[in-house]
């Protein structure tokens, strides 16, 4: 949802966006045609069954015991509080996200890795490092 | 074996297949017509 709001900053910038989760296709689908009443996103969403991106970028899997800790609820609740709700989950629970900035020569500009679930930079983080890169 | 060393900032993104959608297969360079914000997410729901 964040980045949906900052994606026309992002182009301003030259960059645009591209969301890749471990889910299936038709739930890809779903979120750029707001289905549910959500919020169309309008930028493409795919999908990497075989954790390829994952797994270049170096993005970890949640340890169990990480499903104890003060940071993964609080980020829980942070997402619940910005109305974000969960909905089916078929992707891969265990997967840490990550955010990538890659230029057009295919150089990567910037990586940041989450240390647990919810763990993403802010996307002031992420506009100043776009800044940089140009 | 070895694992493979997490690409970082500076390295060249190799050729990875990702998919669409609609279950057709894709490079990823073929989104990179400008640069781009990857956002791996653990998974849509």
């Given amino acids: 949802m964040q980045l949906h709001e900052a994606r026309a900053g992002i182009q301003d910038l030259g960059a645009d966006v591209l969301a890749v989760g471990t889910a299936a296709g038709w739930q890809a689908a779903a979120l750029m045609n707001g289905a549910g009443g959500r919020v169309a996103l309008d930028f493409p969403c795919v999908v990497d069954p075989a954790h390829n991106v994952y797994q270049m970028f170096g993005f970890g899997r949640v340890r169990w015991w990480q499903w104890l800790t003060p940071a993964l609820w609080r980020n829980y609740l942070r997402a619940f509080g910005r109305g974000s709700r969960q909905g089916k989950v078929t992707g891969d629970v265990g997967q840490l996200p990550g955010v990538v900035i890659v230029d057009r020569d295919r150089r990567v500009q910037y990586v940041f890795r989450a240390r647990t679930v919810g763990d993403y930079p802010p996307i002031s983080q992420v506009v100043d490092a776009l800044r940089a890169a140009r | ?45």
């Fill in chain 2, 1 to 45: 074996m070895n694992t493979p060393r997490a690409i970082g900032v500076g390295d060249v993104v190799p050729p990875v297949e990702i998919e669409m959608a609609n279950g057709s297969t894709v490079e990823l360079g073929s989104f990179l017509r400008q640069t781009l914000v990857v956002v791996a997410i653990r998974y849509y729901g």
